[in-house]
């Protein structure tokens, strides 16, 4: 009953608001006890590699000293997530051009320095063209490169590659690299390869595919010998050998990767690259603020997850943070070293004097959901809609004036400015919902620097948070930290990322699963990557829509 | 003089230490007047796109007086040394539904349609016009920028984008790095250029197993992959040949590795001269015909000048006439006319780069604080050579805006008998633009 409960509240709440709804839930019809339509499996596309897969492909396969060149081609986020980015945008020729230098840096790096080049080469080469070497080689590299075996006519092309570049250059291991660049150009590397076997009318995910989709799921990175080797010999297509692969690989530390990857995401922290503030009205800001303030969430979200394994919505009333010496300046706690690098991050429990309290009181939310030069309670209020309860925002209708009016004697505080400015009736139907919530914030300013008043004006942070009252940020915390949407929130956010596709109602009767799981699991984030990454849904996908056949 | 015979150079080269041999005068390879190529071809005709976000004060954009006898408004100011080589266009409207405050606008002009989803539905006119004029040069086409910023307004089709290269560094390596030459300068021949082109086969072949398994969609862009790569054979083949012989065309100074913040805000003036010197050469050494240029990103809160805020938040939080914003707009004037400046500083023949260059400046709304979409601001600059009309305010009220992205396909020589869909579609230019 709890999501029905939840709904229904919502639709009262926003009764008025013409734009701002709030999520349909896929359950809506009916409480989660009710029997459900059996799932319909989406339609899975070609996925580029993420940036950060991309990377963390390279480094897997040979080594993290391997230097990944950083211009490639960017990421792109649709309907929220870039897992659905990565699915449906098609390369630009800049890219295409990206990856082949890419792919050069790589394959010198790989086959020129001694260890990596012993590493990679088992055979000892006769000459130039020892193609059988060059073949032992290529086989062994295009396992790990393209995820599965190749074959003998793919085999036969790289070292054809191989061999004319070795001949004309007279030196193996440079033919070598032209090999090797050719792997690393290949859609097959570049795309995951997870197209799955016809059967019962759809698509079923088995073998070397499978141990694909699931390291790029848990770890963000391609999967590690063992799991090929799982893969090869049949125990990913047993129910006990996915259960015991699922949970070697959530051990591994790489693991943290796959969560960084989706809570970066999920809480749009890669916007805090470009964070940019005046310095004038922020003394403190510096240019290291943002990757700090990204590193301090990641963190927190690696301890909650691996290391507590706590109640996830903790996270937003927690007082435990990591810091590095910046943010323990900001935050008004101590650091142990004056001099401590920038990298050096150290467990702190925040004071208690200061209402600063998890996700919502870190800079990474405070300063990225603000103005240059000030604070926006409408920013700040629309993520915590958007991102957290995962409302629909429309975008504001066109025609309207927007101005808001100059702090003036009887207008001191933002809010009262944003008061005047919400009396124009189509402004404030969606205002009503997203500044409110904002302004619980206004103890911190466009930075995330505690202050205890506005233009010297003291703060009013009261509001209503879909029923229920706050009177300050802390209370608010703690409101979030009930609100049934937020886990519900959570878990279709994971969908996306691990689907790559927008859940509809056809798939309703895997997110009441995995929802009714996170419940009872404590909301333990842990246990909701492992039942989506176990689940039969995730092996499924539609059939692809027919083709002509036709030639290019 | 005799011309040069083209094959009697040197093959070129990657990587190689570049020499200059002694030529004859490259005014050989000219026609007697110096208007054109011996052999009378023309000077290339190239297109841009300049765009930069957030709209502007439309009461103090429309320039006063109409057709020759007009003034630049006080917006406009900053280009007054260049109106002879412009066109301001007024009056027309985006026609397309106005539903994405700063995306409905571009999307609009450039390509006909409102946008669906988060991007285009349909290719930006520079790419169309790419289809048609960026076959021989290295690249086909060039997207830049100046704020810090990948987006991109330029589509070669839906879920196409053109990422933008924002950092002058990057891009001089991308186009005088490893492997340019500049007019005259030699290399030893390379035979690793041939070898990479034997791996993009071997990519494209492998591409070619693949697709044979995949579905409609994924086809698709699988093809669009390789396509891109065999844009990276074209640029490795140009490579071999020899650079074409414009007389304009020098490799320029690398830029700094960094353009540093100035107390938090960047230095826009200085990244948009580094950017416009980079650009400006590119098209005078022929290594592209068609570029998008983002000054600034739609939205972009970008903190100009001594501004007290950001851009965006300004356009709608300033109150009365917007002094502060009306202030920003002109130091965005004064940087396009840095650009403009920059292509009006290369000589070709008795004219000018920019008069071999048509460049449509445009934003993404009329009135930044409401998002409208009529009075919509289109400037035209150069465009001599593709025949447009210059030196006027054209006020066109009321009329379809992408009349005028029909006329510079035809300015540009692309056979389209219409341009844009539904209530964006137009069948005929505006009247007036074209001499």
Known sequence: MRSLTASMLLWVALAGCEGVTPPTPVDAAAPDDVPVAPYVPQAATLRRLTQSQYANTVHDLFGDAVVVPRALEPDTSREGSRAIGASEASLSPRGAEQYQDAAYAIAEQVLRDATRRAANVSCTPTGPDDAACAATVVRALGRRAWRRPLTDDEVNALVAVAMRAATTLTDFHRGLEYALATMLQAPDFLYRVELGADAAGERRFAGYELASRLSYFLWDGPPDDALLDAARDGALDTEAGLTREVDRLLAAPKARRGLRAFVTDWLQLANLDALSKDATVFPSFSADLGAAAREEVLRNAEAFTFDAEGDFRDFFTTRETFVNRRLAALYGVQFPRRDAPLTEFVRVTLPTAVPRRGFLGSVAFLALEAHPVSTSPTLRGKFIRQQLLCYNIPAPPVNVNTAIPEPSPSLRTLRQRLERHMSERSCRSCHITLDPVGLAFERFDGIGRFRLDDNGAALDLSGTLDGRAYSDEMQLYAALHDHPLLPECVVERLYRHAWANVETGEQRSEIVRLRTAFAASGYRLRTLLRDIATGPAFRRARAPEATDGGAP | ?435
Not at chain 2, 31 to 44: I, L, R
Not at chain 2, 61 to 84: K, N, Y
Not at chain 2, 253 to 279: I, K
């Open chain 2, 1 to 435: 003089m005799r011309p040069l015979d083209r094959r009697t150079v040197l093959k070129g080269v990657l990587g190689g230490a570049a020499v200059s041999i002694a030529l004859p005068p490259l005014e050989a390879m000219m026609n007697g007047n110096g208007t054109a190529y011996a052999g009378g071809a023309a000077f290339p005709k190239r297109f841009g796109v300049y765009f930069w976000g957030n709209g502007v004060l439309p009461e103090r954009w429309t320039p006063a007086g109409e057709g020759a006898a007009w003034t630049p408004s006080p917006i406009l100011m900053p280009l007054a040394a260049l109106r002879e080589h412009l066109t301001v266009v007024s009056g027309t409207r985006i026609a397309t539904l106005n539903t994405r405050p700063h995306g409905s606008g571009p999307a609009g002009l450039l390509s006909g349609d409102n946008m669906t989803g988060e991007g285009f539905s349909r290719a930006s006119i520079d790419q169309i016009i790419a289809g048609t004029i960026g076959g021989e040069t290295r690249f086909r086409s060039l997207e830049t920028g100046v704020q810090r910023s990948d987006e991109s307004l330029s589509y070669a089709g839906p879920m196409q984008r053109n990422p933008t290269e924002s950092d002058p560094y990057a891009l001089f390596n991308r186009l005088f790095g490893e492997g340019f030459r500049a007019p005259g300068e030699m290399t030893m021949a390379d035979p690793r250029i041939g070898l990479r082109r034997s791996v993009l086969d071997a990519v494209t072949a492998q591409g070619g197993r693949l697709r044979s398994r995949l579905g409609a969609t994924d086809r698709q862009r699988l093809d669009e992959h390789l396509t891109a790569v065999r844009g990276i054979e074209r640029q490795l083949q140009r490579l071999e040949e020899n650079p074409p012989n414009l007389a304009a065309c020098r490799r320029p100074d690398a830029p700094p590795a960094e353009v540093p913040d100035l107390l938090g805000r960047p230095d826009m003036p200085r990244r948009a001269r580094l950017m416009a010197d980079l650009l400006a050469m590119a098209l005078a050494c022929d290594l592209t015909r068609v570029f998008f240029h983002m000054y600034s990103q739609s939205v972009n809160n970008t903190l100009f000048g001594a501004a007290p805020a950001g851009h965006h938040q300004l356009t709608h939080d300033e109150p009365g006439d917007q002094p502060l914003v009306f202030s920003i707009l002109q130091l965005i004037m004064a940087d396009l006319a840095t650009f403009l400046t920059a292509l009006r500083n290369v000589t070709e023949g008795d004219g000018t780069l920019l008069d071999h260059t048509l460049v449509l400046c445009t934003t993404d709304c009329s009135f930044g604080r409401t998002h409208a979409l009529d009075e919509y601001p289109i400037v035209l600059a150069g465009g001599a050579s593709a025949g447009m009309r210059r030196n006027l305010h054209l006020r066109a009220r009321g009329e379809n805006a992408t009349k005028v992205s029909f006329s510079i396909l035809q300015m540009m020589g692309v056979r389209a008998t219409e341009f844009g869909v539904g209530p964006g579609r137009v069948t005929e230019g505006l009247g007036g633009l074209v001499a």
